[in-house]
């Protein structure tokens, strides 16, 4: 599986999670080490769309909720996480523990997800919900 994590979260924090999958594991990249700075979500969502077999991280609530984008993911078969902190001044240390902690379950329903699937991931729980 191949996971793209959105400019919301630290290109640290997926590098972190790239040097744990190890050789051989998923793939992890941050939207900027694949995309330039000033790309238009639509555009970069289409364009893993044709790529096929990726997965998006975001904290971006709203990616469900424009209709252009959300167009782009289900039209490309995109499987989404949008992470819901419970409050938007999480530290980096506590953004990344979390999401860490979280990603054998990430991983685990993105094997079993369809095309197209949205997931809430709860940081104050261990709850991942389907909501698309």
Known sequence: MKFLVDYNLSPRITRALANLEGEGGDTVIHLADKFPNDTADVDWLKTLGSEGGWAVI?????LASRPNELKAWHDGGLVVYILKKPK?????????????????????????????????????????????
């Open 88 to 132: 938007p001044d999480l530290t980096f240390w506590e953004q990344a523990w979390k999401l860490i902690k979280r990603w054998p379950a990430i991983k685990a329903t993105a094997q079993n997800a369809s095309p197209g699937d949205g997931f809430l991931v709860y940081f104050s729980t261990e709850k991942i919900e389907k909501v698309i």
């Open 58 to 62: 975001t904290s971006d609530k709203h």
